[in-house]
């Protein structure tokens, strides 16, 4: 399977801040990944499909790039409601896998 | 607005068989795909596999030998079954619709999850 690692596990961030996250598959995925947001409690919430296609309704803030092996999901000015933990999943072949999630906490 | 809600019981005993339904509203099940997704207690998101409306299905190999999705009689419900289970399976468990639009996948829709706890 398809090994997805995202950094940093966690990190600490104020309202304002650009914030960016990155997901580094073990082999080339083209740009089949896509970025979920998920609150505590909550189920996963979908922003960006085929690595850099935002999902309607999804605010512009948020951001993603990237293919082969590395992508970035990048929020431009972080706002109270995105803080949240954060996975990118790839479905470039089977099985899907996850990252193991970047928890964005307020600093 | 489409809508899933899983529904199943809350407490399985160990080596005995998960059942869940997902019930999906506010659309149809026909020409989509239809996904099972787990997330133990404080952990990460696992996808345990997806199902076409035709019922083709794929599973993930780490379960495949324990579990079946299918497609309920009513054709707005979904079904996951996993036998054999252990406490390593608890866990909340997620419906959710897998698109597949212009060579892209993306799980639009999601149901609000069901906690199954394995315990005797």
């Known amino acids: 399977a398809i090994q997805m690692t995202q950094s940093p596990s966690s990190l600490s961030a104020s309202v304002g801040d650009r914030v960016t996250i990155t997901c580094r598959a073990s082999?080339?995925?083209?740009?089949?990944l896509g970025w979920y947001q998920q609150k505590p409690g909550k189920a996963p919430k979908l922003l960006i499909y085929?690595?850099?296609n935002l999902q309607s309704g999804v605010p512009s803030r948020f951001s993603g790039s990237g293919s082969g092996t590395d992508f970035t999901l990048t929020i431009s000015s972080l706002q109270p409601e995105d803080f949240a933990t954060y996975y990118c999943l790839q479905d470039y072949n089977y099985p899907w896998t996850f990252g193991q999630g970047t928890k964005v906490e307020i600093k | 607005q489409v809508q899933l809600q899983e529904s199943g019981p809350g407490l399985v005993k160990p080596s005995e068989t998960l059942s869940l339904t997902c019930t999906v509203s506010?659309?149809?099940?026909?020409?989509?795909?239809w996904s099972w997704i787990r997330q133990p207690p404080g952990k990460g998101l696992e996808w345990i596999g997806y199902?076409?409306?035709?019922?083709?299905?794929n599973y993930n190999p780490s379960l495949k030998s324990r579990v079946t999705i299918s497609v309920g009689t009513s054709r707005d419900e979904l079904s996951l079954k996993l036998t054999s289970v252990t406490a390593a399976d608890t866990a909340v468990y997620y419906c959710?619709?897998?698109?597949?639009?212009?060579?892209?996948?993306?799980?639009?829709?999601w149901g609000q999850g069901t906690l199954v706890t394995v315990s005797s």
């Open positions: 082999q080339v995925i083209r740009n089949d």
């Open positions: 085929a690595a850099s």
């Open positions: 199902i076409y409306y035709t019922g083709s299905t």
């Open positions: 506010g659309g149809s099940i026909s020409t989509y795909y």
């Open positions: 959710a619709r897998a698109l597949y639009l212009s060579g892209y996948w993306s799980l639009d829709y």
